[in-house]
């Protein structure tokens, strides 16, 4: 199994299952602003040029979440089975994580990779902000009192889980306890604290909090 891994970036939601799971891959690590995602090579693995990529089985994998899925599924772990009580709940939480890392990707845009910074659309930042602020408050509402996403640990945590560092880069998280105390858990995951020992932390930002500019 190979994972073709940036460190910080969605392929941690990969390499934290594959951890929880107990699998072995070997990693080969990528940039996303060398502009080798746009090369023959990594489009043959993953042809919008996007990490994560998986090989596994004898062919290449790509989309975060089908990855996990396919993962849960091979191994017969950590979702619930189709037909199940929360079969429905696992699958909503695991494509809500990308309708709020889309989000968080339109800000890491705007606040860091967008050069000249006179390019940036700050209404779009405001916008961006409140809505990230919705997924936020939407999860903080589900986890008040509760450990997990769902009744148990499932992939789903990973896949939402890894998003939470980056919310609070651009929300504080003073005003979201339940989803702050839920990142602090999964942090503290034995698995998530060997994937990021194995494949680096965060390579994208450089401050702790990032403000809307003002116009
Ligand atoms: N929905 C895809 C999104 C993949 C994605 O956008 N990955 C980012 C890294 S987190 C990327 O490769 N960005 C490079 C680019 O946008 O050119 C997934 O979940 O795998």
Known sequence: MILHHVPGSRSMRVLWLIEELGLDCQLRLWSLTDGSLRSAEFRALSPAGRIPALEIDGRPIFESGAILQYLTEREGRLAPEPGAPERADFLEWLHFAETQACILQALNIHHIFLRPESARSIPLMRLDTRRLAVTARTLDDHLAGRQTLLSVFSAADCMLGFNIEAVFRFLPAAD????????????????????????????????????????
Do not use: K, N, S, W
């Not at 989803?179 to 994208?204: N, V």
């Open 176 to 215: 979201y306890p339940a989803l702050a105390a839920y990142r602090d858990r999964m942090t503290a995951r034995p698995a998530y604290r060997r994937a990021l020992a194995r494949a680096g932390g965060d390579a994208i930002y450089e401050r702790d909090f990032y403000e809307v500019p003002d116009a």
